[in-house]
């Protein structure tokens, strides 16, 4: 086969995952040790909470080569540091504002939450994600 | 022994040359040191010898080149990059410059949408083609001059300080880099901060400052409500006494300067600024155009995709 052959291929998305060490992260965790499946197209970052997620990580990823962001953490109420997924919560507000600005859909930043036990809902999420982001297509940044 | 000069103008108003001239007493002693070969805007010297004999565009050769504008058609591209060539160091003058300044506000549109735009839709000219005999054609979009060619020393400002280019200028003639520190223009505010905005967003179009107040018991323009971008701008304008010129007039700061470091997103750094202090990012009219008044090219104005 030569090279300039065109290989017809499905568009395979870029994501990163922003996942807080104490929950989300411990979630991937198990959802590897338990087999689960779902789409390698996620790269995941781990950070000490999701509240340290700052907008300009979210926005240079999406202008840099990124097709999706999203930031998993502790549900309400549970967060390590006490209050630092209520953090990420107003921040995502500002980030969709942002992305707005930037000519970037909405869709392709997501915050969830994910917890440390919940490793079927972790591979379900990123599927989704995954599914929503390959209808979107590539980044508007990314020709 | 003389430093060649060339000076050339690509898409710009004119006023960073007046700023080269504006350098007051200091340019006297420069100019025993220089020697302009090529000025279009004091000198007559043509692109094509005097009189129209040769058929390629020639620049004389010199020691230091300083472009002011930024890259809109095909001449100036063509300009820019003879430019290089002839010229041993290169500055790139003025904001159109460095981050292709007020024009770049352009770049949010495509080029059929500007035309459409400028000879069909407008309701104060008559209805016409868009004109292109023996004009030069322009761009895609407005190019910032180091996206063309390699730029040596950036002096930002719209326009720019006098006596930051006399120090450039100086500083070439001993050898010398020239950088503008890294700072903001907050650094270098002589305002008062609290950290906290006592009202919501206003527009600068009534008095900020009540008569005989002086700006050093002020409190800071954006916590007063006035939008300003010096958070996210780079400091220098005030050259050696230190208090930004924009400020310093009782205006809030509008961003001529470009980011404080090369990477930094105005855009992003200005909604954390402005939420910081309690401010409503929402109530800011076109955002993209307000936080990135000068900066528009490198990619960071561009049309908005269609959403269906």
Redesign the interface.
């Known amino acids: 086969m030569s090279i300039d052959q065109k290989i017809d291929t499905e568009f395979e998305p870029l994501i990163i995952g922003f996942c807080c060490n104490w929950c989300a992260y411990a979630g991937a965790d198990l959802a590897g040790i338990s087999r689960m499946q779902y789409p390698t197209n996620v790269r995941i970052i781990r950070v000490m909470c999701s509240g340290m997620v700052?907008?300009?990580l979210v926005?240079?990823a999406l202008t840099k080569g990124a097709d999706g962001v999203i930031i998993c953490g502790c549900h309400i109420g549970d967060c390590h540091y006490l209050d630092g997924n209520i953090t990420a919560e107003k921040r995502a507000d500002?980030i969709k504002?942002?992305l707005q600005?930037?000519?970037i859909?909405e869709e392709r930043f997501r915050l969830e939450w994910v917890s440390a036990s919940e490793a079927s809902r972790f591979a379900q999420v990123m599927t989704e994600f995954t599914e929503t982001i390959k209808k979107l297509g590539p980044s508007?940044f990314k020709s | 022994m003389t430093v060649k000069v060339a000076e050339e103008w690509l898409n710009i108003c004119g006023g960073c040359e007046v700023t080269i001239l504006d350098i007051g007493e200091p340019l006297l002693d420069l100019l025993s040191k220089l020697e302009f070969v090529h000025m279009p805007v004091l000198m007559d010297h043509k692109y094509f010898g005097q009189t129209g004999e040769k058929t390629e565009l020639e620049i004389p050769e010199a020691d230091v080149g300083i472009i002011s504008g930024g890259i809109r058609n095909e001449k100036e591209k063509i300009v820019a990059l003879e430019m290089r060539k002839k010229c041993k160091t290169l500055i790139s003058l003025g904001s159109c410059a460095c981050f292709g300044g007020i024009p770049a506000l352009a770049n949010q549109y495509s080029l059929e949408e500007l035309y459409d735009k400028v000879y069909r839709q407008s309701k104060t000219t008559d209805s016409a083609d868009t004109p292109s005999d023996d004009i030069p054609p322009l761009l895609d979009r407005i190019y910032a001059l180091d996206e063309v060619i390699k730029v040596d020393v950036y002096i930002p400002g719209c326009p720019t300080t006098p006596e930051i280019v006399a120090d450039a200028l100086t500083s070439l003639l001993e050898g010398k880099p020239f950088t503008l520190p890294e700072r903001s223009v907050c650094d270098d505010c002589p305002t008062k901060r609290e950290k906290k905005a006592i009202t919501s967003i206003k527009r600068p179009l009534e008095s900020i400052l009540p008569p005989g107040q002086k700006l050093e018991e002020s409190r800071c323009f954006m916590e007063l409500g006035y939008l300003c971008l010096g958070p996210v701008t780079k400091s220098g304008c005030g050259g050696s006494e230190k208090t930004p010129r924009c400020i310093k007039g009782v205006m809030p700061c509008r961003g001529c300067f470009g980011p404080i470091r090369a990477g930094a997103n105005p855009m992003v750094e200005m909604m954390g600024a402005l939420s910081s202090i309690g401010l409503d990012p929402r109530l800011i009219f076109d955002r993209p155009s307000t936080f990135q008044r000068y900066i528009g090219a490198h990619g960071r104005l561009r049309p908005l995709p269609k959403r269906p």
């Open positions: 700052h907008p300009n926005i240079d500002a504002l942002m600005d930037f000519g859909e508007p």
